[in-house]
């Protein structure tokens, strides 16, 4: 394997401004050295990362990270600021900069060799070499491992112990604790929350053992160790695997940059609730977490309101669906661009192609569209289920998904039936079993019995109820005319644009995707108002930062030009950076913008075949003129408020004397990448 660092990829004087422009300047050093074979494409994954979550980290640490396609071997690069650049850790900019790039399909092996960097990084000698180093060939050593020993301090043995005394020397059983850490991409930010609580639990004297929940797999505790533990801590951004393990224990559940920050005071709150007898009862239906800058206790689980978890189960089948329907609805689409509507009455392509015939390729494109599209319901009560109770859910929440399409409960059935069946996995979980039985409970009994009570409930009790309620929607839909139509785009327009890709945004857009598996002219116009309002606020973003520059800060203005691409395209997270520095006059600006569109473009009749593509899908669209018309309309009512407010208070006095004299726009709210 080539080394994961070398002096090449060491930049001592890195003058890039912007996060953005650090990665770019360690990307090309990456691209240089035949590590990555996409520089654009490459920083779009590590834009996605960062999207996800800051990676800032305090102490002065940036460490922004993705895998991509685009990595032909796991490479580190390091970059050191004079002057600082924020990667949004609470403490301020950070002057080291770790640009970490895996391969697509990262090993083992990989993971941990990017894991050992994450350890070192809370190690404060560590970083104190790196701050010191002047050879970039003698810093890429270091970050490799390959530096000479430390010599030992004045007054100190080689080899001796300098661990502060614990109880267990002193001849008592320590307190131990055992901890699970993870997040999205399983890189760094899981490794760092691992080694930081470990560290913290040694300072403090307590034995703490971690389970680290990367992407790429994990190695469960041994169970006599979770046994022993007399507290668990979850520091993590996505749900823990295998939660039960740690029924009967005190919990402290946070996320897991609070791991990463504050390590102690989690252990220090793990120790109360011990000595309160708080015992979480866990189970594989839990879920829900505070920030690590809620709760004063920590405990987002424990506080976890019934509605913040069913949305995060909706949100989970939403989640999975969405590949689902880009690919099946762009291929349908696609087939319609070419062969016209009535291909989708064509024959069977396994009977009849042609190989030189248009009619042929467009009726296999929507054949295979269509394949991809009959899984929409089934993935979505599935993965709700499974966001519910774990692998145990998924056999009977696809059942009751497929059942939910047999009895034409459509969409709405879906939803019923990954609920139902995520409920009576969790009510088969907590039935008390023999221990003998406990090896094939989640393989064959659970799913058993679960898929049978789910499907009795679907076929005999609920599925013709919400059926009958799917077909009373549908012709609610086919009859809008008018005001109606004008107020319900009006209604979706305000939701795909007060959250940008969260669960408002989801559930609005999962209501116009569920429409299209049976499309009627009520649904695809839904569809239509519902793609129309979520362009809005980038092309708004764009366009304002365009039109009035000095409203905006340097990196608003470079976040500008590419929001242009991602509202053309359908992605309304292209102006989270901006909700995120002003959010009370952004939001409500495309909020404004985004209910304009909606209502214009059921105004206007405009439907829409495609769930996905922007404008790149105008040729399925009906009235596509007006349509376009709508989305213009809205971008300008958007851009219009959001400059008036931004220059209403840039024209108000400062009374710290440091009204914008700058011209740089409000360089005091920090920018959010």
Known sequence: ???????????????????????????????????????????????????????????????????????????????????????????????LVFLIAAPAGADDDHLT????????????????????????????ALIRGEQPAEEPAPGEEAGEDTE???????????????????????IAHTYMAAESLAAAGRAEGVEVTVETQGSGGFKKLDPAVIAAADAVIWAHDVEVRERTRFR????????????????????????????????????????????????????????????????????????YMVPFVAAGGLLIALSFAIGGYEIASAKS????????????????????????????????????????AD??????GFVGGSIALTVNAGFLGGLVAGLLAGAVVMAIQRVPVHAT???????????????????????????????????????????????????????????????????????????????????????LKVMAAVMAAGMVP???????????????????????????????????????PFAAADPLRVIPSVMAGGAVTGALSMAFGATLRAPHGGVFVVPLIGEPFLYLLAIAAGTLVATALVVLLKGARRAAPDPAGAAGASGSGDSRVPVAA
């Open 1 to 95: 394997m080539s080394e994961l660092i070398t002096a090449e990829l060491v930049d001592l004087d890195l003058s890039a401004a912007t996060k953005d422009a650090a990665a770019r300047s360690l990307a090309e050093r990456m691209v240089a050295a035949h590590r990555v074979t996409d520089l654009d494409g490459f920083l779009a994954d590590v834009a996605a990362r960062e999207a996800q979550m800051p990676t800032g980290l305090d102490g002065g640490i940036g460490i922004p990270h993705c895998r991509s396609e685009h990595v032909n071997a796991p490479t580190l690069a390091f970059g050191r600021s004079a002057a600082g650049i924020d990667f949004g850790a609470a403490d301020g900019p950070a002057d």
């Open 248 to 319: 009967g224990k005190p919990l402290v559940d946070v996320g897991v940059k609070a791991g990463i920050n504050r390590p102690a005071e989690l252990i220090a709150e793990a120790r109360r609730k011990a000595e309160r007898g708080e015992i979480s009862a866990v189970s594989e239906a839990d879920g829900g977490k505070d920030s690590g800058d809620g709760d004063a206790d920590g405990s987002g689980a424990d506080h976890a309101h019934f509605g913040v978890r069913l949305r995060t189960y909706l949100m989970s089948g939403v989640s």
């Open 113 to 140: 060799i990017l894991s050992g960097l994450a350890r070192r990084l809370m190690d404060p000698e560590f970083t104190a070499a790196l701050r010191a180093g002047r050879d970039p060939a003698a810093v890429a």
């Open 538 to 576: 980038p092309l708004a973003m764009a366009l304002a930062t365009t039109v009035r520059k000095k409203l905006f800060t340097k990196t608003e203005r470079e976040n500008g030009r590419a929001a242009w691409v991602l509202g053309a395209s359908f992605i309304t997270e292209g102006a989270i």
């Open 391 to 396: 692998r145990p859910a998924l056999v009977p």
């Open 164 to 186: 502060p005394e614990t109880a267990e020397a002193a001849g008592s059983a320590p307190f131990r604790i055992v901890a699970v850490t993870s997040c999205p991409t399983g």
């Open 437 to 523: 039985l406990r090896g094939i409970m989640p393989v064959l009994v659970i799913p058993l019995i679960a898929s049978a009570v789910v499907g009795f409930l679907m076929f005999i009790v609920v599925g013709k109820p919400i059926a009958s309620l799917q077909n009373a929607l549908t012709d609610w839909l086919n009859g809008l005319s008018g005001s109606n139509a004008v107020i319900l785009g009006v209604v979706l327009g305000l939701m795909m644009c007060f959250d940008m890709g969260g669960p408002l945004n989801k559930v609005a857009y999962a209501f116009a995707v569920g429409g299209l598996a049976d499309p009627t002219d009520g649904s």
């Open 349 to 388: 392509v396994a009977d009849h192609f042609v190989w030189g015939e248009a009619d042929s390729w467009a009726a296999l494109l929507n054949q295979i569209g269509s394949a991809a599209f009959a899984f929409l319901v089934p993935v979505l009560a599935g993965y709700i289920a499974y966001g519910m």
